[in-house]
C-alpha cells in the first residue's frame, strides 16, 4: 500500500508563499491521480487541486485558481502544490490523496480518493 507524507507547511504572512509536498513511498503513483484538499477548523475537508497521471489536466477550486499551482514529478514519486498570494482563508491543514480508479489524462476522483496523507498545517496571518 502506499504512504503519503506532506510536508512544507508552516506560518506565513497574508501574500506570501509556500510550497507543499507530498512524498508517496511503498508504490509508485505515476499511474494515478493525485489530488490536495483541505480542512479548516470547524469545517468539512474541501477540495483544493488535482493533477492527472501525466499532469497533462489539473483542476482548482476556484477559490485558488491563479494562487495555487498543482505539478508534479513521477519520477521522485511526489506531488507538489506551489500556493501564492496566500490568503488568511487559506489557513488550514493539507492533505494530498491518490486516486487509484482509470480516468486517463482527466482528473475526475473527486469522490474516488483511496490513501491519505497525515497532512501539514498552512496558516496564514492577517
Known amino acids: 500500500q502506499v504512504q503519503l507524507v506532506e510536508s512544507g507547511g508552516g506560518l506565513v504572512q497574508a501574500g506570501g508563499s509556500l510550497r507543499l509536498s507530498c512524498a508517496a513511498s511503498?508504490?509508485?503513483?505515476?499511474?494515478?491521480?493525485m489530488g490536495w484538499f483541505r480542512q479548516a477548523p470547524g469545517k468539512e475537508r474541501e477540495f483544493v487541486s488535482a493533477?492527472?497521471?501525466?499532469?497533462?489536466?489539473?483542476a482548482y477550486v476556484d477559490s485558488v485558481k491563479g494562487r495555487f499551482t498543482i505539478s508534479r514529478d513521477n519520477a521522485k514519486n511526489t506531488v507538489y502544490l506551489q500556493m501564492n498570494n496566500l490568503k488568511p482563508e487559506d489557513t488550514a491543514v493539507y492533505y494530498c490523496?491518490?486516486?487509484?480508479?482509470?480516468?486517463?489524462?482527466?482528473?475526475?476522483?473527486?469522490?474516488?480518493?483511496?490513501?491519505w496523507g497525515q497532512g501539514t498545517q498552512v496558516t496564514v496571518s492577517s
Open positions: 490523496a491518490v486516486c487509484y480508479i482509470f480516468v486517463g489524462e482527466s482528473t475526475n476522483c473527486r469522490s474516488s480518493y483511496d490513501y
Open positions: 511503498g508504490r509508485t503513483i505515476s499511474s494515478y491521480v
Open positions: 493533477i492527472s497521471r501525466g499532469a497533462r489536466s489539473t
